[in-house]
């Protein structure tokens, strides 16, 4: 026999053989997974497994079914809660800005009297009594044993 022919004869020989090794090895994977499985007196088989995930998900399903129907039927509601929150606010913004604008006003008109020099709020503090004293004195209301 030739020498190039009885190499390719072991090859093929080893490969057989390792092939069958393989074979053995996934034969043995394969029964462990059937073992594995294969229900046991009192454990649940993989059907059952399978049919309560089955429906753990079409229960689950429903309860979102059902969260979107309410969200729905809410949802008119929700719009007119923010439609007049957005308008009671707007309202209160135009308050606080009038309030704002006049204690702005008020603090301009004693800032321009703060600043009025002593002499002249006395001059017309003096002219107010003065036109108080003539106002009432001219019209005779004031008691006439009365002085002022």
């Known amino acids: 026999m030739d020498r190039t022919l009885q190499i390719w004869l072991i090859v ?3 490969a057989l053989i390792a092939s069958i090794f393989v074979q053995i090895f996934l034969m043995a994977i394969f029964i462990r997974l059937l073992s594995i499985l294969r ?3 009192g ?3 993989i059907h059952e497994i399978a049919d309560r995930a089955l429906e753990a998900i079409e229960n689950t399903d429903r309860a979102i079914k059902v969260a979107l129907n309410m969200l729905e039927e809410i949802r008119p509601v929700v719009n007119q809660a923010a439609s007049v929150s957005r308008r009671h606010i707007s309202h209160a913004d135009q308050v606080l ?3 704002l604008d006049g204690v702005a006003r008020i603090q301009r008109d004693v800032s321009i009297v703060r600043n009025w020099p ?4 006395h001059a017309l503090s003096v002219g107010v009594i003065s036109a108080m004293i003539a106002f009432f004195r001219g019209n005779r209301t004031a008691n006439k044993g009365q002085k002022w």
Request: glycine share 12%; hydrophobic share 30%; charged share 30%.
């Open 39 to 41: 229900p046991k007196p």
């Open 118 to 121: 002593i002499r002249e709020a």
């Open 97 to 99: 800005g009038d309030a």
């Open 12 to 14: 093929i020989s080893l």
């Open 43 to 45: 454990q649940r088989g």
